[in-house]
């Protein structure tokens, strides 16, 4: 059976690889074969690729931008003010407030 695609889901992620951020666009493609939707009735036709796992349902970093965050403040004792000032100057606007909560603490 030929499958057609129908659609496609996206989202965004960042990374940061030392020295520059990269922004990653995952796309998930959403397949179905037009003779198995008329027979089932447009339910169970389709097909999509499964989501990759991320660290965190509703947060939109990456690993490495994660670890980097963390090991800055609780390895090289870097505020996070200090942190948002670096990142503002590489081009991302990342509040000190995401970077708390990320890191699992209570906003500042």
Known sequence: MERKEIGAEESWQIEYI???FERIQH??????CAKMRKARGNRH???QRRKQKRPSRKA?????LL???VTSKFADYLPL???EDIFTRQGFE???ATQSV?????PI
């Open 18 to 20: 030392p020295g520059r």
């Open 27 to 32: 796309v998930r493609k959403k397949y179905a």
């Open 45 to 47: 036709g389709s097909r």
């Open 60 to 64: 939109w970093p990456d690993r490495g």
């Open 67 to 69: 670890a980097y965050i």
């Open 81 to 83: 003010y200090r942190l």
């Open 94 to 96: 990342i509040s000190r």
């Open 102 to 106: 990320w890191c699992g603490m209570w």
